[in-house]
């Protein structure tokens, strides 16, 4: 089962029974000072446009529209630790929380989160490195993201190494064919491209994570039938990879244009959409 829901994530969260959820995963804003932006363009070959693309051939683009949202808080800090504090409540007692931030945020939000879940309940310090975009000159371009995995209990949670995608050897031919075939497991550092700005995955969305990343944490860290949270859904990827292998997922997010985004995804898949937090129904 996928639930959407339109509302203030605190307020769904008090609503949800301790214990109930066995894996979060959370993507919450980056705190970037800025708004975040995506917008849509339509190319065509024009020898008078106003944009040069691959052999210098010139295209005329035009705007189809934009998604968005502010990302910016007095306290944010403040702003999450109801949030996280709700979230340890209602993860079931072998569950898990993922914590998705970048370099600006993520040092200030492991103290926090340290303070909720204990130090002993941090497991790893995963880094989801890319490449793509510019180079500065004046510093080493910032090309990777990080994810916080706490367990509540530090002795008892899901891992399911076997599930995991296996990754390529860098030198097959000194581990033998067979095990180059096979493949490696990851480690906690995990290379994966972002979404392709043409590819089908695109959803518009601005901040979109790539399918392939959250149904790694999906497979290792859930068992199928178990009951999924994501309380900044966003484009609702962790919704699509919940789905993808037998899992409910319960996506909130308080953005309109994130809610229709997810709602057009996930069709296929089978979903309920609410604009009011009312989830006690939510099993």
Same mark, same amino acid.
């Given at each position: 089962?996928?639930?959407?829901?339109?509302? !203030? /994530?605190?307020?769904?969260?008090?609503? +949800?029974?301790?214990?109930?959820?066995?894996?979060?995963?959370?993507?919450?804003?980056? /705190?970037?000072?800025?708004?975040?932006?995506?917008?849509?363009?339509?190319?065509?070959?024009?020898?008078?446009?106003?944009?040069? =693309?691959?052999?210098?051939?010139?295209?005329?683009?035009?705007?189809?529209?934009?998604?968005?949202?502010?990302?910016?808080?007095?306290?944010?800090?403040?702003?999450?630790? @109801?949030? +996280?504090?709700?979230?340890?409540?209602?993860?079931?007692?072998? #569950?898990?929380?993922?914590?998705? =931030?970048?370099?600006?945020?993520?040092?200030?939000?492991?103290?926090?989160?340290?303070?909720?879940?204990?130090?002993?309940?941090?497991?790893?310090?995963?880094?989801?490195?890319?490449?793509?975009?510019?180079?500065?000159?004046?510093?080493? %371009?910032?090309?990777?993201?990080?994810? +916080?995995?706490?367990?509540?209990? %530090?002795?008892?949670?899901?891992?399911?190494?076997?599930?995991? !995608?296996?990754? %390529?050897?860098?030198?097959?031919?000194?581990?033998?064919?067979?095990?180059?075939?096979?493949?490696?497991?990851?480690?906690?550092?995990?290379?994966?491209?972002?979404? %392709?700005?043409?590819?089908?995955?695109?959803?518009?969305?601005?901040?979109?994570? @790539?399918?392939? +990343?959250?149904?790694?944490?999906?497979?290792?860290?859930?068992?199928?039938?178990?009951?999924?949270? !994501?309380?900044?859904?966003?484009? #609702?990827?962790?919704?699509?990879?919940?789905?993808?292998?037998?899992?409910?997922?319960?996506?909130?997010?308080? /953005?309109?244009?994130?809610?229709?985004?997810?709602?057009?995804?996930?069709?296929?898949?089978?979903?309920?959409?609410? #604009?009011?937090? /009312?989830?006690?129904?939510?099993?």
């Amino acid at each position: 089962m996928l639930r959407i829901v339109l509302a !203030d /994530n605190l307020e769904v969260l008090r609503t +949800l029974d301790a214990g109930s959820i066995d894996l979060i995963y959370i993507d919450p804003p980056f /705190n970037t000072g800025r708004a975040q932006t995506r917008v849509a363009l339509r190319t065509e070959r024009d020898e008078a446009g106003d944009r040069t =693309g691959f052999q210098g051939q010139r295209y005329r683009t035009t705007t189809l529209g934009a998604t968005g949202y502010a990302d910016s808080f007095d306290d944010y800090l403040a702003f999450l630790e @109801p949030r +996280l504090i709700e979230a340890r409540r209602v993860l079931a007692a072998s #569950g898990s929380l993922f914590f998705h =931030g970048d370099c600006r945020e993520v040092h200030y939000c492991k103290v926090l989160l340290d303070g909720i879940f204990g130090r002993a309940s941090f497991i790893n310090e995963i880094v989801w490195a890319y490449d793509y975009g510019g180079r500065p000159k004046r510093r080493w %371009p910032a090309k990777h993201d990080t994810i +916080l995995w706490y367990a509540k209990d %530090p002795a008892h949670y899901t891992f399911h190494l076997d599930a995991a !995608d296996r990754i %390529p050897y860098m030198a097959p031919a000194l581990v033998g064919a067979e095990k180059a075939a096979r493949g490696k497991t990851p480690t906690d550092v995990w290379w994966h491209t972002i979404v %392709p700005t043409t590819g089908k995955e695109k959803t518009g969305y601005a901040t979109q994570k @790539p399918l392939g +990343l959250l149904e790694r944490i999906v497979k290792v860290h859930s068992s199928p039938g178990d009951r999924l949270l !994501d309380f900044f859904a966003g484009s #609702g990827t962790f919704g699509e990879a919940a789905a993808k292998h037998g899992r409910s997922c319960f996506l909130v997010d308080n /953005n309109p244009e994130a809610i229709r985004i997810m709602e057009r995804r996930l069709a296929r898949l089978g979903v309920e959409v609410e #604009g009011k937090a /009312n989830c006690n129904a939510y099993a």
